[in-house]
C-alpha cells in the first residue's frame, strides 16, 4: 500500500482538501463513502513530496 488514510483532528476533512489544494497538494476526498467520509487519502510519494506535505501540516498547526 503506498498510501495514508487519515482523520484530521480539529478540522473537516473537506477543509483540509481545500487549504492543501491552495498549496498544490492533492489528496483524495471520497464524502459519498460514508464511512470514510471524515477521512483523506493521502498517496506516499517521494520523501520531498511527504516532507513538503509535513511542513504544511505543521503551518497550519500552528495557525489554529
Given at each position: 500500500?503506498?498510501?495514508l488514510l487519515?482523520?484530521?483532528n480539529k478540522i473537516?476533512?473537506?477543509q483540509l482538501?481545500?487549504?492543501l489544494k491552495k498549496e498544490n497538494i492533492l489528496v483524495r476526498h471520497y464524502p459519498d463513502i460514508s464511512m470514510i467520509?471524515?477521512?483523506l487519502r493521502i498517496s506516499i510519494g517521494s520523501?520531498?513530496?511527504m516532507e513538503?506535505?509535513?511542513n504544511h501540516l505543521k503551518k497550519m498547526?500552528?495557525?489554529k
Open positions: 500500500t503506498n498510501f487519515v482523520k484530521p473537516k476533512a473537506e482538501l481545500q487549504l467520509t471524515d477521512y520523501q520531498q513530496d513538503i506535505l509535513l498547526t500552528l495557525k
